[in-house]
C-alpha cells in the first residue's frame, strides 16, 4: 500500500529534522519550549521511549499541520534567512542551571510567527499556544508575535505584544505539573500507563474518600 511507503518517509523525515535529540541520550536540565509548555511527565515519558514520537507524527491532522510548516519555510526561507534556526537561552531555578532551546516557525529578525492548524473556527487562542509565541519572542529578543490558526473556512491571526519574561520561565520550570492542565490526558498516548493521569487519579480520590466515608 502506497500510504505505507508514504507515512514511512514523513515520519523518517520528520523525526530526522526535529526529533533526532530523542535518540541521542539524555540531556539533563535542556528542554526544548513545547516541552516546558506540556504536562512533565508526558515529557518523562517521551524522553525514555523515543520511539513513541512517531505516534503524535501519523494522525491525519498532524500530516497536514507537517505539511504546512514545511511548505511555510520554504516559501518564506528568503524572509527568515539567516534566523531559522534553534536559539537558545539559559535561566537559572534555585541554583540549577537550565537550557531553553526553540525553534520558531518564522522569525525574520523583528517577527515570530506561530501556525497553527485546526479544522474548527477559533474564538480565543489556546493560552498554550500564546505561552509559545511569547517564549520565542523571549528567546529572540523579538518584540511582536502572531499565532495565525489555519482551519478549512478562515485564517485567524492574532497579535501578540508581551513576551515573556525570566521570572515567567522559572516559574513555569519550578511549577512543571503533571499535567500541565487536565485537558492533556485524554489525549494523551500514556494515559493507560501514566499514574497522574486525572482520570486516576480522580477514581483514587473517590475510592479514599468513599473508604473514610464508610
Ligand atoms: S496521562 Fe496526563 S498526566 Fe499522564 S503523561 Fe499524559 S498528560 Fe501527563
Not at 6 to 21: G, H, M, N, T, V
Not at 30 to 50: G, I, W
Not at 120 to 130: A, M, T
Request: include cysteine; glycine fraction near 4%; aromatic fraction near 14%.
Amino acid at each position: 500500500m502506497i500510504t505505507h511507503e508514504l507515512l514511512s518517509k514523513l515520519a523518517r523525515y520528520y523525526i530526522d529534522k526535529y526529533f533526532s535529540w530523542l535518540f541521542q541520550g539524555p540531556r539533563e536540565n535542556q528542554f526544548a519550549v513545547y516541552e516546558v509548555l506540556e504536562c512533565r511527565s508526558k515529557v518523562m515519558f517521551t524522553r525514555s521511549l523515543p520511539y513513541t514520537i512517531v505516534n503524535t507524527i501519523i494522525s491525519p491532522s498532524s500530516i497536514i499541520g507537517m505539511l504546512l510548516h514545511e511548505g511555510f519555510g520554504v516559501v518564506f526561507s528568503e524572509e527568515c534567512a539567516g534566523y531559522c534556526k534553534i536559539y537558545s537561552k539559559e535561566v537559572e531555578v534555585d541554583g540549577v542551571r537550565y537550557i531553553i532551546n526553540g525553534w520558531p516557525d518564522y522569525y525574520d529578525g523583528r517577527k515570530i510567527i506561530e501556525l497553527k492548524y485546526t479544522g474548527h473556527p477559533v474564538k480565543e487562542p489556546e493560552h498554550k499556544h500564546v505561552q509559545q509565541v511569547r517564549m520565542y519572542m523571549w528567546l529572540t529578543d523579538a518584540k511582536i508575535g502572531y499565532l495565525l490558526y489555519i482551519t478549512p473556512r478562515k485564517v485567524y491571526e492574532f497579535e501578540i505584544t508581551d513576551p515573556m519574561t525570566d521570572t515567567e520561565v522559572v516559574e513555569l520550570l519550578r511549577n512543571w505539573t503533571s499535567p500541565r492542565d487536565p485537558s492533556e490526558c485524554s489525549q494523551c498516548m500514556f494515559r493507560s500507563v501514566c499514574p497522574y493521569c486525572v482520570d486516576k487519579v480522580e477514581k483514587r480520590e473517590q475510592a479514599t474518600q468513599d473508604r473514610e466515608s464508610r
